[in-house]
């Protein structure tokens, strides 16, 4: 089909052929007549047809589009061919949207999605379900206006998502959820909502089972260990042949009763669903308890004596549960007193990283080969099951400081190195930072 550049040019030229020729046989000026006219004829034309193309525009109906001669054909035949081809990817679009949005409603977890600024764009009718939202009257509202949850709130707005958040149905607080919100493209995000009940209440099992059997054990490990102690004590009870077994069952039951002290304090962080109450904890002072405690402690153990050495900001003071994070802090020195040979040195220090406080203990000791460092928080996970018997270790002190450490959204960094020595760091949120005074050292 020739372009309409082309049809154009041989309008013109057919037009001047013809003026031509009748100025030939005829004159000039009847030629130049015709000429103006056949020009004002096709101008009028395309006038007439961009006033149809404008019209058209108005309501853009795909069956309405003009026909058109000459020029103007090829224009709307191009026209209607976009327009057609426009249809179709609109209903490819909407086709899979309407796929999208089938398959999405066929999970049985709540997606909702949010915009940078945390307001609700667009969820799932299980999202709506379980968390009580309408998508026709909340979209574009901020989520924080719906779920009024202070713990949810603090855990939108903290950025840390790497853990999920267990969110108490406001409809019915004996449903559970799990949320954990995912970061996607520029700042938006994915909430995911499970339902957990089920799975909460076996948890539940589980640890009130753990509770009621480290209950049941205590009382009469108490016993037998207060026998021992007593048999052991009396002149003569216990022939010299028998003393080294004596001894034995005194320290097993020594280490059986520090297991079940540490099981219940694990089931009762465990079980304390409500947020620590927060104080504004002087750390300067914590740290020089720990340091006094890990001193004490280094000198317990046979033989062993270390450096303690101390870095912490004093302006800075920490927003938590005071003894939660004393019981996590020492657990951490502690270990690093146990697991560090003779001599070794033992950095404790509080200071801000990045604008988030870290709280860190550095030791020179035996180090942490790489493969065991993710696991080394779960339960009775020992590296050397030797070496942690040895140093009075139950293999539950690194789970106690996880739970402590999840109830305020902190995370636990390990980095160690074979024979060079480990380095465990806290880091807390920037909301827990109190505030900086000027405090002299
Ligand atoms: P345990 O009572 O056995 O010390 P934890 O839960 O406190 O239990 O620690 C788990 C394991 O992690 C320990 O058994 C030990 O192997 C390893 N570990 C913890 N802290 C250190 C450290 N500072 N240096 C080397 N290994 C460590």
Known sequence: MPDIRVKAASFICALSAICLFLWLIISAKIALIIFAIGLLTYLFNHIVWLHKLHLWFKSPVLKEIPEGSGAWEDVFT???????????????LSSALERFNLTANTIPDGLVILSPSNEIEWCTPHAENQLGLNISTDK??????????????????????????????????????EVQLIPFESKQKLLICRDMTQLEKVDLMRRDFIANVSHELRTPLTVVGGFLETLTDMEGAVPD???SY???MQEQTGRMRRIIEDLLTLSTIESNSEAPDDIEI???SLLKTL???ALGLSQGLKKAKHKVQLDADPSLYLVGAQDELHSAFSNLVSNAVRYTPTGGEILISWNLMN??????????????EQQHIDRLTERFYRVDRGRSRETGGTGLGLSIVKHILIRHQAKLEISSEIGIGSTFSVVFPKARVAHKQDVKT
């Open 78 to 92: 191009s026209l209607l061919q976009y327009e057609r081809n426009n249809l179709a990817n609109q209903a490819q």
């Open 140 to 177: 574009n509202l901020p989520i924080v206006n719906l779920i009024r949850d202070s713990q949810f709130i603090a855990y939108l707005y903290n950025e840390n998502y790497c853990e999920p958040f267990k969110l108490k149905s406001w409809q019915n607080p004996e449903v559970i959820f």
């Open 241 to 243: 042949n028998l003393k």
């Open 246 to 248: 004596f001894a034995m």
């Open 282 to 284: 002087d750390m300067t």
């Open 291 to 293: 340091q006094k405690d």
């Open 355 to 368: 604008e988030q406080p870290v709280f860190a203990v550095r030791d020179s000791g035996i180090g942490i």
